[in-house]
């Protein structure tokens, strides 16, 4: 069965370091890969999605990046992190080439950046 | 820009009560709709969808959700809620030929035993 994971789980980060958040994707191959953000209020905002290796799309501009080094993993980067950047970091997978499909999460990081 | 609203942000009901949720999307065409729920401590996960044919969804744990094009609304309904129904529950769309979802703000849903 596919499994997702992420880590860390919870991180606390002071202002103006770097960021590398690691999501890898278990039992499926050339999976749909996303970043969402989750605020409090503003629901899942969606920052990034990737169709195959070394291929990003970016939704929102911003100081964070993603880059897909693997078929089954996605990374989440920041040089410096802004407070603004704080939230629930979820990564999700579908099934590559059939975009009406269903998106499954994985548990999330909490990033709290003082 | 599309856009999904999730009106209700926080609902508080007893147990055997009767539960639907709003949601309404801003898009003209085609799309395909979502309900997603995160229980305490759990990942997000699927509740139901909807992508063509009968507009009245059913998925799990007893949820329907009935797709009314007229309106763009896809209200998610249990007719008695449970106290294990405690989550928060998210609205998607899809836009045909596209990999980016839209989510709504979410309904937080607590269940008084």
């Known amino acids: 069965s596919q499994t997702i994971h992420q880590w860390p789980a919870t991180l606390v980060q002071p202002v103006g370091s770097p960021l590398s958040l690691e999501c890898t994707v278990e039992g499926t191959s050339n999976p749909n890969l996303y970043w969402y953000r989750q605020a409090a209020g503003r629901g899942l905002q969606l920052l990034f999605y990737?169709?195959?290796?070394?291929?990003i799309s970016s939704e929102v501009p911003q100081n964070l990046s993603a880059s897909r080094p693997q078929d089954r993993q996605f990374i989440l980067s920041s040089k410096k992190l802004l407070l603004s950047d704080s939230g629930f970091y979820l990564c999700a997978w579908s099934v590559i080439g059939q975009y009406q499909e269903t998106q499954y999460f994985g548990p999330g990081t909490r990033l709290l950046v003082l | 820009a599309q856009s999904v609203s999730q009106h209700n942000h926080h609902v508080i009901l007893s147990e055997a009560a009767s539960l639907e949720l709003g949601c309404n999307y801003s898009?003209?065409?085609?799309?395909?709709l979502f309900w997603y729920v995160q229980y305490p401590g759990q990942h997000l996960q699927l509740l139901l969808k909807y992508f063509s044919g009968d507009p009245l969804v059913k998925g799990i744990k007893g949820f329907e959700a009935e797709f009314i094009k007229s309106k763009f609304s896809f209200n998610l309904r249990k007719p008695s809620v449970q106290w294990s129904d405690t989550a928060e529950y998210f609205c998607?769309?899809?836009?045909?030929?596209?990999?980016?979802?839209?989510f709504g703000t979410g309904t937080r849903l607590k269940v008084l035993a």
């Open positions: 998607a769309v899809i836009l045909p030929g596209t990999y980016k979802y839209i």
């Open positions: 898009y003209g065409g085609t799309v395909n």
């Open positions: 990737s169709v195959g290796i070394g291929q």
